[in-house]
């Protein structure tokens, strides 16, 4: 026995132990269903608001890796692309699993700590970056109905939670016992918290024409507006957005975002070729990449809350025609069945017909898998339509998700192709270009809200 | 019988402890024990290594990203702002002049080929010139034409890594891959010409390895028909750019003076508005011949340098061409023998490399050996102007700065 | 151009963006290596490095070419031939540790020892000096010199070699060459029986040439019929 355990490996112990265990533990979570079940629910029903927090939580932090993942390699990809490289080609498809491997390798690395490092702060440090960044989407909407959490002050959570960043990023600075990364430290805290204020300022016009500081509400007053009957009664075109409204405010707020993520121009905190590697200097293993992940997941919310303020969130840039198309698969009846069974066979089939009639050297294997994959293809891009036209959560998202990685997109080019920044030219120009700009901004919103009302409401 | 062994040493930074000599303890020194912890040997280092209130000591290099070789400097930092330096040298130290002692004059051009290796052609060329001028040889014209018309290319290929280096340790990615790409292309040519892509290898006592084949002429009319566009278009990332320019210009200004005081030579003394140029200050080889300018600048700071470098590619451009219009017809090697024993002497011989003037001083005692060659290396004198030139600059600009003077520590060491 | 971009603010930054944006759809300059053979020229001198055939054996046999072609005597070679026979090339760089006294000798114009020939018998010198005093001391009548050499010793020894060499001013290995191109020119002293033996094993005896002859001819030629 002993003998028959040494022998496995490290991942096989594992799973002989977690097999069982789980097989225990499914077995048990289906007999409380099956006895308890209508309490549960009863529970959970009556605690709705915590139950679709704590839902809305896990879904965001299982979520963020793999955003994460994907602005990793749009970032490796793109900028090699603009520096006449390749890029990654080898591991997936045009190299796009490159990013998830790279994630992979940073779990199986030595995680270090150095000798004279503070290591509860060390240790601390990433995760509480990590948390503020993912945290901070909680109250984004991504499309309707589909947000963590949707409450009257979630412009002032988002600036507050994302403000904890620099807290991380100083305990990382702080405790590694090396300078540099003690000058990335400080570097990230006096920038961060300079370029805070032309950030939460450049929103405050926006705010005074929208009335409100949710998020939801400032989504809905970018779209189109209908009446009960589902016809468009104004509006719908992208020039209700707020980047329209409030251009001023949408530039300075994009230059102190990008401040805000330490995204080059800005990225001084991590300054490659000056200190070596900033805050995360000493870092390695998964504590490196909880850095790595918050650096990019902040880029994604950087990009989506901008997206959300000022370019319409999940709103389509122009008035959608409100049709429907409601398939009831009730309706076919048998022919479901025959649906089913017979349209993935003849679709095969067809669509495999040219490549094995017209190119003589194709084997119909080939012909076969290739007209199976294309099938797939085209039905799942129907079925794609069909969701996006029937429901407006997935419209919506589509739009949303657009914008945003264009955004990512603008920051990654940003990248390839500007020089940073000096510290001291960082600073000059939040406190003395951005800040008076965005209170000029405020002041020409408030003046024109108040002659504008005046106008329309004569005493 | 059991002997007395001795005890083993512990290991660094720990004691044993008193309570119990088999526990090892940390020792528990300083914190901000100043970097080299023996005591100074200079009045200089005294100073250096004293810290004034808010100041703190950063250790950059030799591993450094940015330091361009194996540099070290000491920076004396009070908060992001650079007090003192003390940079230490000697890293990539090989011996290459005790090592020429020992060889045969041919076999010297292999020696010191790795020492610039940026530029690696200039660093043969200033000792083949000082034994020629030791035997008294006749270089061919032809020779001439071909030294020229590579040391031009190899001129190109390391401003243009220079720009690359520039642009990285300002924080932009792009212009670095660019800049490799052309000086790829330029570094397959000469291997296609010479034999190896970067320690070259290539000038003779008395000529050149290899006359001109078809195959580099090719590569050669292919990269020049769209050399100056494609320069033109990498060099439109940067110098137009905000950012770019501001934290460029008026960064480690260098007056004339002080140029001169501090013996800088090439471009970084053009930038200073000085339009010493080897090449027509002291011809020599075919350069009285060709039609080329001295590009200056006035500003004297690092954006001046940058543009400036980015003026010689042009005329080096020029250089070429006309190189390749009125490339003569001849031998490429001297008639000498192989076993090369000039008659006792001495000879100074500097050619203009694309870093200033690289020269070289050769003394022969009348054997097959130099008994001494003595290296110029202008990477040497321009690191001295970092001295002056950082105090009082941020950290950041530090790297700026050095980049700016283009040392490489191939050459500095030696 | 400079006063437009002294006036909006931002169109540097802008042209390199479109810079960049373009570059992002131009052709690749990757070289897709293992895929795609590297584009290396044909002088391309790579490294130096000696071969091992499938037995694991040096494929270098000792031939000198390669010392021959090497323009600054970079290339040392000692080995045994094919044949059996030591060889030893005349110096390298990588010795320069074992040749600095040697070296320092030489330049207080003392003879230097040559370690590397130490094991080869060495001999009274002024015979080959004589012969090489008569021509002058010209590479260009190599030949001549080796064949006056061979009909002075019997065989050209490895020591008289690197004489002519040093006097000379020609390589080692240029001699060598020369000397192994011409069949008359031996290294070994001839040993009159080795060598009767060899020429006899080579050759075919006249008995068995002259009876092949004669039945092809159908009676022995020449002889009574």
Redesign the interface.
């Known amino acids: 026995m002993a003998r028959t355990w040494d022998r496995l490996t490290i991942p096989g112990k594992a799973l002989f132990v977690l097999i069982p265990l789980l097989a225990v533990l499914t077995a048990g979570l289906i007999i409380t269903i099956a006895l308890f079940g209508q309490q549960i629910l009863d529970i959970l029903i009556f605690n709705l608001p915590i139950v679709r927090f704590v839902l809305a939580a896990t879904v965001l932090l299982l979520l963020a890796p793999p955003i994460a993942f994907v602005i990793i390699y749009m970032e490796m990809k793109?900028?090699a692309?603009?520096?006449?490289?390749?890029g990654p080609d080898r591991v997936g498809p045009w190299g796009s699993l490159l990013s998830t491997v790279h994630g992979l390798k940073v779990l199986m690395k030595e995680d270090f700590t150095p000798?004279?490092a503070d290591a509860v702060v060390f240790t601390w440090a990433p995760v509480v970056v990590f948390a503020a960044a993912a945290l901070s989407a909680l109250v984004l909407p991504f499309a309707p109905g589909l947000y963590g959490q949707d409450f009257n002050l979630g412009l002032l959570y988002f600036f507050a939670i994302g403000g904890m960043t620099v807290v991380g990023l100083l305990m990382g600075g702080w405790s590694s016992f090396n300078?540099?990364s003690l000058?990335g430290g400080l570097?990230s805290a006096a920038q961060i918290i300079s370029y805070e204020i032309p950030l939460t300022l450049s929103v405050v016009g926006l705010v005074l024409l929208a009335g409100t500081l949710s998020l939801n509400t400032i989504v809905v007053q970018q779209g189109a507006v209908y009446d009960a009957a589902g016809n468009l009664v104004r509006g719908g075109w992208f020039l209700d957005w707020y980047a329209f409204r409030q251009p001023l405010g949408f530039l300075i707020f994009a230059i102190a975002a990008t401040a805000e993520a330490n995204r080059?121009?800005f990225?001084?905190t991590e300054?490659?070729?000056?200190?070596?590697a900033g805050f995360a200097t000493e870092y390695s293993g998964m504590r490196f990449g909880f850095f790595f992940f918050a650096e990019y997941i902040n880029v994604f919310i950087i990009s989506a809350i901008t997206t959300v303020l000022f370019l319409g969130g999940w709103n389509a840039p122009f008035p959608a025609p409100h049709i429907s198309w409601i398939i009831n698969p009730g309706a076919f009846g048998i022919g479901l069945l025959f649906l089913v069974a017979l349209v993935p066979l003849i679709g095969t089939l067809v669509l495999a017909a040219p490549f094995y009639l017209f190119r003589s050297n194709t084997r119909w294997w080939v012909a076969l898998i290739l007209g199976f994959l294309l099938f797939n293809v085209i039905a799942g891009g129907l079925i794609t339509l069909w969701a996006y036209i029937n429901f407006d959560w997935v419209a919506g998202l589509v739009w949303f998700m657009g914008k945003t990685f264009g955004l990512v997109f603008l920051f990654v080019?940003?990248?390839?192709?500007?020089?940073?920044?000096?510290?001291?030219?960082l600073m000059s120009f939040a406190w003395k270009w951005l800040l008076p700009a965005s209170l000029l901004n405020l002041f020409v919103t408030a003046l024109a809200i108040v002659v504008i009302d005046a106008l329309r409401h004569p005493r | 019988m059991a002997t007395e062994t001795p005890p083993r040493p512990l290991p660094h930074g720990t004691h044993r402890s008193a309570d119990d000599p088999h526990v090892l303890l940390e020792d528990d020194y300083d914190f901000y024990e100043p970097i080299p912890p023996y005591p100074p040997r200079t009045e200089r280092e005294a100073e250096f290594y004293t810290l004034g209130d808010g100041e703190m000591f950063l250790n950059m290099g030799p591993q450094h990203p940015s330091t361009h070789g194996v540099l070290r400097v000491v920076l004396k930092l009070d908060g992001e702002r650079v007090v003192d330096i003390d940079p230490v040298l000697g890293y990539l130290h090989r011996g290459v002049e005790k090592l020429v002692e020992n060889a045969d004059y041919h076999q010297t051009i292999s020696q010191v080929d790795p020492l610039e290796y940026i530029s690696s052609l200039f660093c043969e060329w200033a000792p083949v010139t000082a034994y020629e001028k030791l035997l008294d040889v006749e270089v061919p014209r032809r020779a001439e034409y071909i030294r020229v018309l590579s040391g031009e290319l190899n001129r190109i290929a390391s401003h243009a890594l220079f720009m690359g280096w520039f642009a990285l340790d300002l924080g932009g990615l792009t212009p670095i891959l660019w800049s490799f790409i052309e000086r790829d292309e330029i570094v397959e040519m000469l291997a296609a010409l010479t034999g190896q892509r970067m320690l070259f290898n290539y000038f003779r006592i008395g000529g050149v390895n290899g006359d001109l084949n078809h195959e580099f002429m090719s590569r050669l009319g292919d990269w020049m028909s769209r050399a100056v566009s494609q320069i033109d278009s990498n060099i439109g990332l940067l110098n137009e750019n905000e950012i770019f320019v501001r934290r460029a210009s008026g960064l480690g200004i260098v007056d004339t003076e002080t140029a001169l005081r501090f013996c800088m030579t090439g471009s970084n003394l053009r930038a200073t508005g000085v339009p010493f140029d080897l090449r027509r200050a002291h011809p020599y080889s075919i350069y009285p011949e060709l039609d080329f300018d001295i590009p200056t600048r006035t500003e004297g700071d690092c954006l001046a340098r940058y543009l400036l470098r980015m003026e010689e590619i042009k005329q080096s451009l020029r250089i070429i061409d006309q190189c390749l219009e009125r490339m003569p017809d001849g031998p490429i090697m001297a008639k000498l023998p192989r076993l090369l024993r000039p008659r006792p002497g001495r000879a100074w011989s500097a050619v203009e490399g694309p870093r200033g003037v690289y020269g070289a001083y050769a003394i022969s005692d009348g054997s097959d050996q130099p008994f001494r060659l003595k290296i110029h290396d202008p990477s040497f004198i321009h690191l001295q102007a970092v001295g002056a030139l950082l105090p009082g600059n941020l950290l950041a600009d530090t790297m700026v700065i050095m980049a700016s003077l283009d040392p490489v520590m191939g050459g500095v060491d030696k | 151009m400079s006063l437009l971009s002294g006036l909006v603010p931002g169109l540097g930054i802008a042209k390199g963006m479109a810079l960049t944006l373009r570059r992002f759809f131009a052709p690749k300059a990757t070289v897709m290596y293992p895929e795609m053979p590297a584009d290396v020229a044909t002088k391309f001198r790579g490294r130096l490095q000696l071969l091992y055939d499938e037995y694991g054996a040096l494929k270098c046999e000792t031939c000198f070419q390669c010392a021959q072609a090497c323009p600054i005597e970079c290339i040392d070679m000692g080995g045994v031939d094919t044949r059996g026979r030591f060889h030893v090339h005349w110096g390298a760089p990588e010795t320069y540790g074992e040749r600095r006294e040697e070296s320092a000798m030489r330049r207080s114009g003392r003879t230097v020892p040559d370690q590397a020939y130490e094991h080869f018998a060495s001999f009274d010198l002024t015979t080959l000096d004589e012969i090489l005093d008569g021509y002058d001391h010209d590479p260009k009548r190599m030949l001549q010199m080796l064949e006056a050499t061979q009909a002075a010793f019997g065989y050209l020894p490895v020591a008289a070699i690197k004489r002519i060499s040093e006097k000379t001013g020609a390589w080692y290995a240029t001699i060598y060459g020369t000397a192994s191109y011409y069949g008359h020119l031996r290294f070994e002293p001839p040993s009159n029986t080795a060598q009767a033996g060899e020429v006899s094993a080579r050759r075919a005896s006249d008995e068995t040439y002259l009876a092949a002859l004669g039945a092809s001819l159908g009676g022995r030629p020449g002889g009574d019929a």
């Open positions: 793109i900028i692309l603009m520096n006449l490289r390749i000798t004279r300078k540099y000058l570097r080059t121009p990225d001084l300054a490659d070729s000056e200190i070596v080019w940003m990248r390839g192709t500007l020089p940073r920044v000096r510290i001291d030219q």
